[in-house]
């Protein structure tokens, strides 16, 4: 398994940043995927993501309706699209995979064991 995240930047707060991963190795519709995100001397915490029935979605309450997970079969590509950015979101951005986590336990990173390098995402104020 591979995934391989990219589209992170400078941006100024109240703009738009849209994340891929490129996964191999994964099958989505059976995988659950998901974006994580670790912002210095702090715990990665889960952002968003697509469960294991491949059609459900879940976010984390601080990227609620700014955040959008979804996917593209056909490209094995997972995308964050995140607007209205703050400075609370500056953070590396990781994407990840888990062929065996349960709903209740999507945003706990240590039931993924696929995980790509990180994106750095930096919002100014």
């Known amino acids: 398994v591979q995934l391989q995240a990219s589209g992170g930047g400078l941006v100024q707060a109240g703009g738009s940043l849209r994340l891929s991963c490129a996964a191999s190795?994964?099958?989505?519709?059976?995988?659950?995927v998901g974006w994580f995100r670790q912002a210095p001397g702090q715990e990665r915490e889960y952002v968003a993501g697509?469960?294991?029935?491949?059609?459900?979605?879940y976010y984390a309450d601080s990227v609620k309706g700014r955040f959008t997970v979804s996917r593209d079969t056909a490209k094995n590509t997972l995308y964050l699209q995140m607007n209205s950015l703050r400075p609370e979101d500056t953070a590396v951005y990781h994407c990840?995979?888990?062929?065996?986590?349960?709903?209740?336990?999507?945003?706990?990173?240590?039931?993924?064991?696929?995980w790509g390098q990180g994106t750095q995402v930096t919002v100014s104020s």
């Open positions: 190795g994964v099958t989505f519709s059976t995988w659950a």
């Open positions: 990840a995979a888990s062929r065996s986590v349960i709903t209740s336990s999507l945003a706990d990173p240590k039931y993924y064991h696929n």
């Open positions: 697509i469960g294991r029935s491949g059609t459900n979605t």
